[in-house]
């Protein structure tokens, strides 16, 4: 396909002046989003996918936050291995000086400090003067610089920040040593043009601004981050900040996948280029998904499940001729492999161990032995597994593979003639509990025989449920959210017995729950008081 041939030709007569560099904030703005909070264990599940998507910095947290963050960024640093890992620090010493703390074990570290420079931040968040702003940008770079020589600096909210004064900033922040320059779009307000016109008049007005990368961080308010980030890129622009499936604050950040995607199949119009590997995409797409519970909507460019499906009979008939017709990229690009029908009862250990591969997972023996047998399981009850019924698998196993407390059956009275009720047994710690409960339909008789045994003040926040493949025999894919003094946790269950899928959800999260406690509370761990 001219796509490919076209990909092929420009790694040729890349320039690394066009090169741009994939800023990914998946697990700092990403987290940010209201529910989207992640435990230690999937950020480190997530930094893993992003370090083997190659892409170039990730910023990890913002230590200063919360003992979570800091450690986070600490664990982070230690496992990435390609990446440049980077935490976030406001303009004081303390933040710098903690941030430049987590990050001490990784092999390239950035500290990004930020501050505010718009007039309606500067008077009423920060209280401060403009030249109370200007000292502590010149303090805060300066600051950080006595720790690393990679020193990113931020003006929040830029595009609503008077332009003479956005120049100044961003003069006094190369003089004292910032490496790169961030423009962020941090209400999602500004246009493409008017970006363009933002990062021009900067290369044009401050001085040595051509010995800096330049960056952007655009929010989705306008639906518009994508294109604004592009925007820049055109106009001179060299890093782009961006999260896995847009997660981010509010409307969300730029989407990842869609902007090396636009640079990949435009590179006819635009040369710029990055050096992700695409395949991962959506793979990645997926564990952010599922982590989260933000489920990625179906027509959601490059990941969305309908992103290359083709329905009416016009669109298919092209198809079948030349699939140029009504694909503009390869779904196997962005690694979504189409052929998915696999397995089924007969299927052997090495075939299946192929298969896993094939979809991206390095496991150990044991996990591979305990898929497996997921895996047969599965098969006995389900005519056709497909590749997303073994990745939801696995990424389950590879999730509960530490549990404290584990379901062991479920038996559940439904239907019109009430009371439902619920026998549950769980194992808690290597000991079998058993428990009975009644409730408002067999899901909350259910949560109700679960809490009988591990009593929560837990709040549920999320309840939902989603079909791994089609068909009445899917898996249920269950994820639920709980909420407890101000943390939240989400967790997730399959099975193709949606209730037994909804209660795995919910010990999922209450084992997330205890993990949180142990981390704020070490010495307090003999009890299971979830
Ligand atoms: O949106 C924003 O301005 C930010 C900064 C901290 C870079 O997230
Ligand atoms: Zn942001």
């Not at 006819?268 to 959506?282: F, R, S, V």
């Not at 597994?385 to 590879?398: G, N, P, R």
């Not at 194992?427 to 509990?433: F, H, P, S, T």
Request: glycine share 6%; aromatic share 4%; hydrophobic share 40%.
């Amino acid at each position: 396909m001219t796509r490919n041939i076209s990909e092929e030709n420009t790694q040729e007569i890349r320039d690394s002046s066009d090169r741009v560099l994939i800023f990914d904030t998946t697990l700092r703005d990403g987290e940010q989003s209201p529910g989207a909070s992640m435990s230690l264990e999937e950020k480190l599940q997530i930094a893993e996918t992003l370090d083997a998507m190659s892409v170039d910095v990730i910023e990890a947290g913002f230590p200063i936050a919360s003992n979570g963050d800091f450690e986070a960024v600490q664990e982070v640093s230690k496992l990435v291995k390609k990446a440049t890992v980077c935490g976030l620090s406001r303009a004081g010493a303390k933040d710098i000086d903690r941030a430049a703390e987590a990050l001490k074990p990784a092999e390239n570290m950035r500290i990004h400090t930020f501050i505010s420079t718009s007039p309606v931040h500067m008077k009423h968040k920060l209280q401060m003067e403009p030249e109370a702003v200007l000292e502590a940008v010149a303090f805060s770079v300066d600051h950080a610089r006595g720790y690393t020589d990679d020193v990113e600096w931020s003006a929040e909210d830029a595009t609503r920040t008077d332009r003479d004064f956005l120049c100044q900033c961003v003069e006094v922040a190369i003089k004292a040593g910032a490496t790169t320059i961030n423009i962020p779009d941090t209400v999602g307000y500004t246009l493409p043009q008017e970006y363009i016109e933002i990062i021009t008049m900067l290369k044009d007005r401050v001085p040595n601004i051509d010995q800096v990368v330049l960056s952007t961080h655009c929010h989705n308010d306008l639906g518009l981050a994508v294109a604004n980030s592009l925007a820049g890129i055109q106009a001179g622009v060299r890093q782009v900040e961006c999260t896995i499936n847009g997660l981010g604050e509010r409307a969300g950040n730029a989407a990842l996948e869609e902007i090396v995607m636009a640079l990949n199949v435009r590179s006819d119009l635009m040369p710029q280029w990055t050096q992700i590997e695409t395949t991962h995409l959506a793979r990645a797409s997926k564990l952010v998904s599922n982590v989260t519970a933000f489920p990625v909507q179906y027509n959601k460019a490059i990941v969305g499940k309908n992103a290359f499906a083709h329905e009416s009979g016009i669109h298919q008939d092209g198809m079948l001729k030349n699939n140029q017709t009504y694909e503009i990229m390869l779904p196997e690009t962005v690694g979504i492999n189409k052929s998915s029908l696999v397995m089924g009862k007969h299927s052997g250990r090495h075939a299946f161990r192929e298969k896993i591969t094939a979809l991206g997972y390095s496991l150990s023996d044991n996990q591979i032995q305990d898929a497996f047998q997921r895996f047969k399981d599965l098969a006995d009850r389900k005519k056709h597994v497909f590749d997303d019924d073994i990745v939801a698998l696995i990424d389950d196993e590879v999730a509960h593979s530490n549990d404290r407390i584990k379901v062991m059956s479920l038996q559940v009275v439904a239907g019109t003639k009430g009371p439902q009720k619920a026998e549950l047994e769980l194992e808690i710690d290597g000991e079998i509990q058993r428990a009975e409960s009644t409730g408002d339909g067999p899901v909350d008789a259910t949560f109700n025989a679960i809490k009988e045994l591990i009593p929560a003040k837990a709040r549920l926040h999320l309840y939902q449920v989603h079909a791994v493949t089609q068909g009445t025999d899917a898996q249920a894919e269950v994820s639920v959210r709980l909420e407890e003094d101000g943390k939240t946790v989400t967790g997730r269950g399959i099975d193709t017995d949606t209730l037994v899928a909804s209660a795995k959800a919910y010990v999922s999260a209450l084992n997330k729950l205890s993990v949180k406690r142990l981390r704020q509370a070490p010495d307090d761990i003999a009890a299971l008081q979830i």
